[in-house]
């Protein structure tokens, strides 16, 4: 990367001081298996240097090339400090903007950025944000098996250790299942026997929650996550089928291509929607919370373009009475996640927290990664993220093709045509 400041990226107003952004570069990891993005943008300062998730695990290797070849150079020469104005010049300068590889690379950026405002305030992000309104961010962690009496006693295991949430999701006939296993050959008179039967599916998922409050108990927070396959009156049916056993919410009933037809089934349901990781647009976010999409916006907070755009989206739901649940499963990076804990510690429109239980390499990789204590997330207390990269440990970890994609990449009904994954 040319390491001459571009003229006309820079601010039209003189810098505080001498600080200046020497480098940014993306390094891809796969510690778990699942290739995460992070970004390090270097300062002039030695030893200054902020750390930002960018992971798009289905697509890293582009999200690399923006951040190296597109992203980066704009920001030589910048002030660390001009973060608002650094986000949007990158945001609006290739015009045709947004969408999940550039915002992912911008989030990068706008995440870095903000760990070396940390550092050199010598302050935790959340105290940036305006400080604590909690203690720690309450999590859920995922139960997923090919029976229901094995989906229940893993959420019994994940309930002993001190969880008091937990997402189900069971297995079926097929392999098109999301967050459980399935069995090949489930169709075997079908064009395509590995196929996912929507009926069954309706069928089979209130028998889980039935079993599972008659099993856990009236006390645990339950959360079931469709992945958008259905369509708005089957989300309904489901919703209200499931609505004795009070879920903290159902996630993604229907695909985004149809989020405008979301506030029908918010309308229709008696249990609350969560929805939004899969936006890659603000405005599209927007759109969500103001037309009554939503009771909890769940975004993904790199592919909405990182903690900037972000934190604009928590004050609209604190400002409008919806929730927030943001998504942090495996293909989020612990900077990521970080970031996540600091939104939810810092506004009272925070519900629930998605928690991850990160392997050990990652936390060898990526010092300083959140670890749950009792099923709450507490945000770090060293400035910044309090998060550090060892790049020679990372690069022990190559990325590959991600295994969320080819699952993806299968799921069918069985007479052969293509679902939404
Ligand atoms: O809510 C969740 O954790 C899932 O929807 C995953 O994010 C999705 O499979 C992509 O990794
Ligand atoms: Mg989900």
């Known amino acids: 990367m040319s390491v001459l400041p571009l003229p006309e990226t820079q601010a039209p107003w ?86 999940p590889v550039l915002n992912s690379a911008l989030s990068g950026v706008d995440q870095a950025l903000w760990d070396i405002a940390g550092k050199r305030a010598g302050m935790p992000v959340y105290e940036l944000l305006g400080g604590r309104v909690r203690a720690a961010a309450d999590t859920y962690l995922h139960a997923g098996a090919a029976t229901v009496e094995e989906t229940i006693e893993e959420a019994q295991a994940i309930l002993a250790s001190g969880y008091r949430n937990v997402r189900l999701q069971v297995g079926a006939p097929g392999l098109g299942h999301y967050g459980s296993p399935g069995s090949p050959g489930g169709y075997p008179g079908s064009p395509y026997p590995d196929g996912w039967d929507v009926q069954r599916y309706l069928r089979d998922t209130p028998g889980l929650f039935e079993r599972a409050r008659r099993e856990l108990g009236e006390e645990p927070g339950l959360m079931h996550d469709v992945h958008s396959r259905l369509t708005v009156k089957q989300a309904i049916v489901l919703a209200r089928a499931l609505e004795p056993y009070r879920l903290v919410f159902l996630e993604d009933p229907i695909a985004p291509e149809f989020y405008d037809r979301l506030p029908e089934v918010r309308e229709g349901s008696p249990v609350p929607i969560a929805a939004g990781e899969q936006l890659s647009s603000v405005t599209d976010a927007v759109r969500l919370v103001r037309d009554g999409g939503v009771d909890l916006l769940r975004l993904h907070v790199s592919s909405v373009g990182g903690l900037t755009p972000a934190r604009k989206l928590v004050a609209l ?29 810092t506004t009272a429109a925070f519900q629930i927290q998605e928690g991850h239980l990160y392997a050990e390499a990652v936390h060898e ?21 309090g998060i550090d990269l060892d790049e020679d440990l990372a690069a022990k970890y190559p990325p590959t093709a991600h295994l969320h994609e080819r699952w993806a990449a299968r799921v069918r009904r069985p007479d052969g045509g293509i679902e939404a994954p």
């Open 317 to 345: 739901c604190e400002l409008t009475g919806v929730g927030t649940a943001w998504h942090s499963p495996a293909d989020v990076s612990p900077v990521g996640a970080a970031a996540n804990v600091a939104l939810d510690v």
């Open 14 to 99: 003189p810098a505080r001081d001498a600080l200046r952004i020497t480098a940014v570069r993306p390094i891809v990891t796969a510690p778990e298996g699942v290739p995460l993005v992070v970004v390090r943008v270097d300062t002039s300062e030695p030893g200054l240097y902020g750390l930002g998730c960018a992971t798009f695990t289905q697509r890293f290797h582009a999200v690399a090339a923006a951040v190296e070849q597109h992203v980066g150079p704009l920001l030589i020469g910048r002030h660390p400090a001009d973060i608002e104005d650094i986000t949007r010049m990158v945001h609006f300068s290739s015009y045709w903007r947004g969408g």
């Open 365 to 385: 990789v990526f010092p300083g990664t959140i670890s749950p204590v009792n099923g709450y997330l507490y945000p770090n207390q060293e400035p910044g993220w």
